[in-house]
């Protein structure tokens, strides 16, 4: 059973910036693509950014675009989310996840996806 193990979390001002990283434990891990999601008290799940797992690709939420930037070290099965220029809005629990079953129909969509980190608490402070 692979699991995605999340680490990175925490407490940020406004206008600082944090990495976050997610493995997959497993070496035979292989996915269409991996990506993050973050839940606000009260809101929705919100995509935050996406990467094609074994093509060129990415995709990022409008309210991330030009702050956010995701990666991939395939040989370390681990994706990254540099943050930079952090908001208050930006604080949520942050979701790795994968889609290792089907196409990447919907990548904006947290039904895509089949694979879940435990969730990472980020905190932007005014």
């Known amino acids: 059973q692979v699991h995605l193990v999340e680490s990175g979390g925490g407490s940020v001002q406004a206008g600082g910036s944090l990495t976050l990283s997610c493995t997959a434990s497993?070496?035979?891990?292989?996915?269409?693509?991996m990506g993050w999601f973050r839940q606000a008290p009260g809101k929705e799940r919100e995509f935050v950014a996406a990467?094609?797992?074994?093509?060129?690709?990415?995709k990022y939420g409008d309210s991330v675009k030009g702050r956010f930037t995701i990666s991939k070290d395939k040989d370390k099965n681990t994706i990254y989310l540099q943050m930079h220029s952090l908001r208050p809005e930006d604080t949520a629990v942050y979701y790795c996840?994968?889609?290792?079953?089907?196409?990447?129909?919907?990548?904006?969509?947290?039904?895509?996806?089949?694979?879940w980190g435990q969730g990472s608490q980020v905190t932007v402070s005014p």
């Open positions: 990467v094609r797992w074994s093509r060129v690709g990415s």
């Open positions: 497993d070496w035979t891990f292989s996915a269409h693509a």
């Open positions: 996840t994968a889609a290792t079953r089907g196409p990447w129909n919907s990548p904006l969509q947290s039904f895509a996806y089949d694979m």
